[in-house]
């Protein structure tokens, strides 16, 4: 473990249920295969994105060809936010989420299992920890964190 911060453990990612599995039904199904993974949810909300925000959330795609179908996609419909919990958080979720193609993605995660496409993944999970430091805090204050 990293140690602890503010009074909780630092061993968090952050995850994102994205537009297309929300509005398929997948949202329970995915927090369950998450919760019974092992992970603790510290923080959870429904939300929408606006083409701003979705934006400034994938700033570092910007240059990147895709960017505008990735804004118009992520704020295309309700996200799951959250941040979870537990030793190892960032590789042990990546890897419960498979890989961005479903196709190449292993048996049992939640890509293959839930995603139609590299681009409608359904989900989200940070790929270190100082970008889940970023993404957490995009998301959630401090008074939202449990």
């Known amino acids: 473990m990293r ?7 630092d061993n968090r990612t952050f995850t ?3 537009p297309d599995a929300f509005a398929k039904g997948y949202s329970g199904a995915i927090i369950d295969k998450i919760i019974q993974a092992g992970f603790k949810i510290v923080a959870l909300k429904m939300t929408k994105l606006s083409a ?9 795609h910007k240059a990147r060809p895709f960017f505008q179908e ?12 959250a941040i979870l919990e537990k030793d190892n958080a960032v590789a042990d979720f990546r890897t419960l989420i498979g890989a961005t193609d479903p196709a190449k993605a292993a048996e049992g995660t939640i890509r293959k299992l839930y995603a139609a496409s590299v681009g409608e993944n359904a989900i989200h999970g940070s790929d270190s920890d100082d970008n ?3 993404e957490s805090d995009f998301f959630f204050s401090v008074l939202e964190r449990f």
Do not use: R, T
């Open 3 to 9: 140690g602890k911060k503010n009074g909780f453990m």
């Open 16 to 18: 994102m249920i994205k």
């Open 52 to 60: 701003e925000k979705a934006g400034e959330f994938y700033a570092i």
């Open 70 to 81: 990735l804004v118009d996609f992520m704020s295309s419909g309700p996200i799951v936010a």
């Open 132 to 134: 889940e430091k970023i």
